[in-house]
């Protein structure tokens, strides 16, 4: 089995996420047994991986595991009539959630799972003076999944996690911080295999015994990869068993991008190279980040294989779709709406696009901290782009998205592999960008599908752009090189046959 080391899925997620996601997908495909890994307790998790194609067996959950609800098929939907409230009590229906009330004290409340019409997700219990003493917590799938036990002080001081059939198999016990908030303490595996209980001291120590777990019971040789290096390193370092351990790196692995050879390695990462031996490869988006990793430990397995596939061109000739097709001048952002993205940098410089393009317009999908989001939406109206730039928010359909735009850009200073700009490529848009570390000068033919700009030179990027909003034929054969290149560089076969290579090495 090979199990991809991650921390969640959630309804938000990073090119991490995204990765993993496609990675699945194109094991299972070859019929090669493959899961996600992941560590949070998440009660909406079978419901979120359905909105990116995942299914219920290509995720394997922590919690689910300990839970025996890996491989749940009796889902049911539970409503408020369906958790025994006694009959004597009232019920106030409300849109989020109901009170449920004795007479003229509340007792408790229901709550509901957003987006659906009356689904339990939680049932609140308060002691008479409205104090609350505890919360069952529902699955999307229809069981009672855990409860929380709350102190006088009304902090967290117990949660109990069960089978559907209510059978408790682990409970967590917590105390509280300088801060006065929960800190997990103590974690109890009851009785585990009939073997008497099993003590862990947090969740991650418990994460080292479940990957332990996952190897031990396969048949034959298990292999891990990690995708989130905070999440995964040190579960792999503790396991001395056979398994075979990869680690992806999924950003560049320098503090100081311009120094990839000598600059300190990211914290993360740095246990894992002090101990590469224990690892059976390095993997890395791009060819030059691998380049610079070997050329620093020169005796580490390292190797690039593409984040994304496609069918060859041949098949989808038909899909392709003109620059004509789509909304006219329109630019095209897709990542982490952050600093270290230089969003206000792409504004200032859509603004140049904008006095030469008047009805040129500038979509960006992606989320950040919510005061920097304002931030920059307030930029747009001092730069007076009110109406003609548009803050789309995340979109996990995107891929029906790409296709209404014409042209991509991306600011950024360092990155360990731009993964929509392989996807903005594979739909047929060309690609302006920073030149940095990673990607921008691996994924972009310069004057063929998309132009490398000097960090810093705005006046030139805008120029760029607006050469191709306003050269119909130019930006035509842009797109169809960057369908071209795609399509025949990053096909399904041809990035299986590179991971088969590398992990037969």
């Known amino acids: 089995m090979y199990y991809f080391v991650n921390e969640y899925i959630l309804q938000k997620n990073s090119s991490v996420e995204h990765t993993a996601m496609n990675r699945v997908k194109l094991f299972n495909h070859y019929k090669a047994p493959a899961k996600i890994v992941t560590k949070i307790y998440d009660r909406l998790l079978h419901r979120t991986i359905g909105d990116f194609g995942v299914t219920d067996d290509q995720v394997v959950n922590m919690f689910d595991y300990f839970q025996g609800v890996t491989d749940y098929t009796d889902v049911k939907v539970v409503t408020a009539d369906n958790i025994n409230i006694p009959i004597e009590y009232e019920v106030t229906v409300g849109a989020n959630f109901s009170g449920v009330a004795d007479g003229d004290r509340l007792v408790g409340n229901v709550g509901f799972i957003p987006g659906t019409i009356g689904r339990v997700f939680y049932q609140e219990f308060f002691d008479p003076q409205g104090n609350r003493i505890g919360t069952d917590l529902w699955d999307w799938r229809g069981f009672k999944s855990a409860t929380q036990y709350f102190g006088q002080n009304g902090k967290l001081i117990l949660q109990r996690y069960y089978t559907p059939a209510g059978q408790t198999v682990l409970e967590e016990y917590y105390a509280q911080d300088t801060e006065g908030k929960p800190l997990p303490s103590r974690m109890i595996l009851k009785d585990y295999h009939g073997e008497g209980d099993r003590f862990f001291q947090n969740a991650d120590d418990l994460f080292n015994f479940f990957l332990n777990e996952l190897s031990n019971q396969d048949s034959e040789t298990t292999t891990f990869i990690v995708d989130r290096p905070g999440t995964g390193v040190q579960p792999l370092l503790s396991l001395n068993d056979a398994s075979r351990k990869y680690l992806y790196i999924p950003i560049n692995h320098a503090v100081n991008p311009n120094d990839p050879v000598h600059a300190e390695l990211d914290g993360f990462l740095a246990p894992a190279f002090e101990h590469f031996g224990h690892f059976d490869g390095f993997i890395t988006a791009t060819s030059q980040q691998a380049e610079n990793l070997t050329t620093r430990f020169p005796k580490a397995h390292v190797f690039s294989i593409p984040a994304v596939t496609t069918l060859p061109l041949s098949k989808e000739e ?188």
């Open 318 to 505: 038909t899909e392709k779709v003109a620059p004509a097709q789509r909304i006219p001048h329109s630019l095209l952002y897709v990542g982490r709406i952050g600093q270290d993205k230089q969003i206000d940098q792409q504004l200032r410089m859509f603004a140049l696009v904008k006095d030469r393009v008047p009805d040129a317009t500038f979509t960006l999908f992606g989320y950040g901290d919510p005061q920097y989001v304002t931030d920059m939406k307030k930029l747009t109206g001092e730069l007076n782009l009110t109406g003609s730039v548009f803050f789309k928010d995340y979109d996990a359909n995107l891929t029906e998205q790409y296709d209404h735009y014409q042209v991509l850009t991306n600011m950024s200073l360092a990155d360990g592999g731009p993964l929509a700009m392989m996807e903005a490529l594979m739909h047929g848009i060309p690609a302006v960008s920073y030149r940095f570390n990673y990607g921008p000068a691996e994924l972009i033919t310069e004057g063929q599908d998309g132009y490398l700009i000097d960090p810093g030179q705005n006046l030139q990027m805008a120029e760029k752009i607006v050469g191709l909003f306003t050269d119909t034929a130019k930006l035509t054969a842009f797109s169809d090189a960057a369908y071209a290149k795609s399509h025949t560089q990053w096909t399904r076969r041809k990035v299986w046959n590179r991971w088969q290579k590398a992990l037969k090495a």
